[in-house]
C-alpha cells in the first residue's frame, strides 16, 4: 500500500510563505495524479491543486490562484506546494492524494474530486498576526 507523508506546515504571519512537501513511499507520480486539498474548522474540504502525472498539467481553485504553485520532484518521489502571500483564510489541515490516472482520473482546468486515492495525514498550515 503507498503511503504518502506531508510536511512542511505551520504558523506564519499573513504575507508569508510556505512550502509543503508530499513524499509518496513509492514512484508513483508516472502514473497518479497528485492533488492537494484542505479542510479548515468548520468547513467543507476544498480543493486546491492537482498536478497531472506526466507533469504537463496542473490546476488551481480559484481561492490560490496565482498565489499557490503546485510542482514536483520525480527523482524524490515528491510533490510540493509553494504558497505565497498566505491569508488567514488559508489556515486549514492540508493533505495530499493521489490517484491512479489509469482509473480515469485527470487533471486539467479544474481539481476533480479524488474518489479512489490514497491520502495523506495532514499538516496544519495557520496563517495569524
Known amino acids: 500500500q503507498v503511503q504518502l507523508a506531508e510536511s512542511g506546515g505551520g504558523l506564519v504571519q499573513p504575507g508569508g510563505s510556505l512550502r509543503l512537501s508530499c513524499v509518496a513511499s513509492e514512484s508513483i507520480l508516472y502514473t497518479n495524479a497528485v492533488a492537494w486539498f484542505r479542510q479548515a474548522p468548520g468547513k467543507e474540504r476544498e480543493a486546491i491543486s492537482c498536478i497531472a502525472s506526466g507533469g504537463y498539467s496542473q490546476a488551481y481553485a480559484d481561492s490560490v490562484r496565482g498565489r499557490f504553485t503546485i510542482s514536483r520532484d520525480l527523482a524524490k518521489n515528491t510533490v510540493y506546494l509553494q504558497m505565497n502571500n498566505l491569508k488567514p483564510e488559508d489556515t486549514g489541515i492540508y493533505f495530499c492524494?493521489?490517484?491512479?490516472?489509469?482509473?480515469?482520473?485527470?487533471?486539467?482546468?479544474?481539481?476533480?474530486?479524488?474518489?479512489?486515492?490514497?491520502w495523506g495525514q495532514g499538516t496544519q498550515v495557520t496563517v495569524s498576526s
Open positions: 492524494a493521489a490517484e491512479d490516472e489509469r482509473g480515469g482520473y485527470f487533471c486539467s482546468g479544474s481539481v476533480r474530486p479524488m474518489r479512489r486515492a490514497v
